[in-house]
């Protein structure tokens, strides 16, 4: 397996409802992020970890909440969602180079639709 | 706050001819510069980088990058119907450890 792999592919839950989001990096990399793509709108940066501590958190609600157990797995664990939570959200992977990163590279994101 | 804007188009172009893409950006400390191709319902796919005022051509693919104007354009020549895509551009930070992307611009060839 290489490259970054997301998992699932296609997520529909209710507002109830509790789940995870899984990405996993083949490629060496120290950093990996959680991004939100909304229709017509840029790709949102939700969060960033680099060498497993999390730098950055860009005002993300606390519905949303991301685990990095090591430099490879990255989760997004999902609860009380709404329904303008609904996106595609993509997991990419680089290299922290000291003031400087790798071009990223995408998984091939999770369709998520809020019920 | 650090923007990256890019006409939303779309830019329809014959096959055969020259598409040209632009990108600004605010960030005056900006470092690294990137263009991604997504296909609808796909993820984001790197063409190219540049990191140094000028051009750099890779096959079709011709970035180019003025920082004095803040301003970063990639070309693409002898468009194919299979360019048919959204071209983000994307920007490092001035911390660089983050990307901020533009908004897209959708690129139609027609045969």
């Known amino acids: 397996e290489t490259g970054v792999t997301q998992t699932p592919r296609h997520l529909v839950m209710g507002m109830t409802n509790k789940k995870s989001l899984k990405c996993e990096q083949h490629?060496?990399?120290?950093?990996m992020y959680w991004y939100k793509q909304s229709a017509k709108k840029p790709l949102e940066l939700m969060f960033v970890y680099n060498f497993k501590e999390q730098t950055e958190n860009n005002s993300v609600p606390s519905r949303f909440s991301p685990e990095c157990p090591n430099s490879s797995h990255l989760f997004l664990h999902l609860h009380t969602l709404q329904p303008e939570d609904s996106a595609l959200y993509l997991c990419?992977?680089?290299?922290?180079?000291?003031?400087?990163?790798?071009?990223?590279?995408f998984g091939n994101g999770t369709r998520l639709t809020v019920t | 706050q650090k923007e990256v804007e890019q006409n939303s188009g779309p830019l329809s172009v014959p096959e055969g001819a020259i598409a040209s893409l632009n990108c600004t950006y605010s960030d005056r400390v900006s470092q690294s510069f990137f263009w991604y191709r997504q296909y609808s319902g796909k993820s984001p796919e790197l063409i190219m980088s540049?990191?140094?005022?000028g051009d750099k051509e890779d096959g079709r693919f011709t970035a180019q990058l003025n920082k004095a104007s803040q301003y970063v354009s990639l070309l693409i020549r002898d468009s194919q119907p299979s360019d048919s895509a959204t071209y983000l551009c994307?920007?490092?930070?001035?911390?660089?450890?983050?990307?901020?992307f533009g908004s897209g611009t959708q690129l139609t060839v027609l045969p």
């Open positions: 990419a992977s680089a290299q922290d180079r000291q003031g400087d990163i790798s071009p990223l590279h």
């Open positions: 994307a920007v490092s930070s001035g911390s660089a450890r983050q990307l901020t």
């Open positions: 540049i990191y140094s005022n």
């Open positions: 490629l060496g990399h120290n950093a």
